[in-house]
């Protein structure tokens, strides 16, 4: 049987992506019952939008997790570089997530 | 949203999505010059809109590639610090640009990706059955970024030493800047040069490349969300249509010879382009 390569990191980026697609998709079915507002909604509004069937905040989640996906496969790829005491690669992990620390910082 | 327009959005994205999968140009390459030139969409929407498309296609088979252990992981690490600086300073700097920039500059680019495509010299560059170098011991950095994988299409465990890794960093925070400007994966001149430059069996190189996409793609993302230029509902479709067309294009793009379709998708190429320079020349670019 084959050996499968960082199989955590593998099912991170599968899961996110199936679960930012179901997201779209359900958003997009609500739109059809009840009108989208043409606005991005706030992203502390959420929680709440998603349970209230409100089609733009299920879109905007769905788009939350797709951006999620890949800065949580540079947190498990930096925990795995840290458990196998990597410390080059750990560090540069590390500075990839700095760096998209900072872009986040300066976004919002 | 209207169901028409969904549709339609749907529709395009997929439309995108395939022929960008079958000549190897990425999800989002062809979102923009929809949106902006049919559906009128502001450049920066657009752009954003692409972002999220390309970190859809490229998450999706980088969890593939990364599985098989096709993807060189240490390397697109390594060079994902040059690309993500890049994107953040590429978003930044679409900030401070008008709609009517970007459309220049994003016709810049695709006229400079289609000219070697229409004249057929794309893949003379670079060799599909390039092996590299054998891979050396030693405990050095660089040494450590060597890769090896199984070649399933070969029945060949190849492996390879990369080399240039300076030259692999310029090109990567390059590609960055380019991908938060205008929206792209930046593959187009990674993929390149890590095969023909670094030392990279080509396979490796776009599986790399493919890899690093997705966090690049975050880093500029990030930065239209904050700036309110993603629209839920346009976005959401568009990249349902994208992946979808991706998905399929991984499908049958093996079956057909899209070899043959390159010089005259890269006159259509060129024809958008010519039809963005002009509207941003001429016309109202939001």
């Known amino acids: 049987m084959k050996r499968s390569h960082h199989p ?32 991005k909604p706030d992203i502390y509004e959420i929680p709440a939008g998603l349970l ?20 949580i496969r540079s947190v498990m790829l930096t925990i795995e570089f840290i458990r196998e ?12 997530l700095f760096l998209l620390a900072i872009s986040i910082a300066i976004s919002f | 949203m209207p169901l028409n327009e969904m549709l339609l959005l749907i529709a395009g994205g997929v439309g995108a999505g395939l022929i960008g999968s079958l000549f190897g140009l990425g999800g989002g390459i062809l979102i923009i010059p929809m949106l902006s030139l049919l559906l009128d969409v502001p450049m920066h929407n657009a752009v954003a809109t692409s972002l999220m498309c390309v970190i859809a296609t490229s ?8 599985a098989r252990g096709i993807a060189n992981v240490k390397l697109g690490m390594t060079l994902e610090l040059w690309t993500v600086a890049g994107a953040m300073v590429g978003g930044l700097l679409a900030g401070f640009l008008p709609g009517k920039a970007l459309m220049l500059l994003f016709a810049s680019a695709i006229s400079l990706m289609a000219i070697p495509m229409a004249r057929g010299l794309e893949g003379e560059a670079i060799d599909p059955d390039a092996e590299g170098n054998e891979t050396p011991g030693g405990t050095s950095f660089i040494s450590r970024l060597s890769g090896e994988f199984h070649d399933p299409a070969r029945g060949l465990d190849v492996s ?32 390149p040069v890590l095969s023909s430059y670094c030392d990279v069996p080509i396979k490796a190189a776009a599986a790399t490349s493919n890899f690093m996409i997705g966090v690049t793609a975050v880093a500029s ?42 010089q005259a998708f890269a006159i259509v190429m060129i024809v958008i382009a010519m039809q963005m320079f002009w509207r941003a020349l001429t016309g109202e670019v939001r």
Request: hydrophobic share 55%; proline share 5%; charged share 10%.
């Open chain 2, 221 to 262: 993302a990030v930065v239209y969300f904050g700036r309110d230029e993603v629209i839920p509902m346009l976005t959401g479709a568009s990249v349902i249509g994208v992946f979808a067309g991706s998905r399929i294009g991984s499908v049958v793009g093996p079956k057909i010879h899209a070899n043959r379709l390159r």
């Open chain 2, 59 to 66: 998450s999706a088979a980088a969890s593939k590639n990364v």
């Open chain 1, 85 to 96: 005491r990597d410390t080059p690669f750990a560090m540069i992990s590390i500075g990839v």
């Open chain 2, 160 to 191: 390879y030493q990369v080399g240039r890794l300076p030259l692999a960093m310029g090109v990567s925070s390059i590609a960055g800047v380019l991908s938060g400007l205008l929206g792209v994966g930046g593959g187009i001149i990674k993929v």
């Open chain 1, 52 to 71: 209230a069937g409100e089609p733009a905040v299920t879109v905007t989640a769905g788009l939350v997790v797709l951006m999620l996906t890949p800065l």
């Open chain 1, 8 to 39: 955590l990191v593998a099912w991170t980026l599968n899961g996110g992506v199936l679960l930012s697609f179901a997201l779209l998709v359900l958003g997009l079915m609500e739109s059809l019952i009840r009108p989208a507002g043409a606005g």
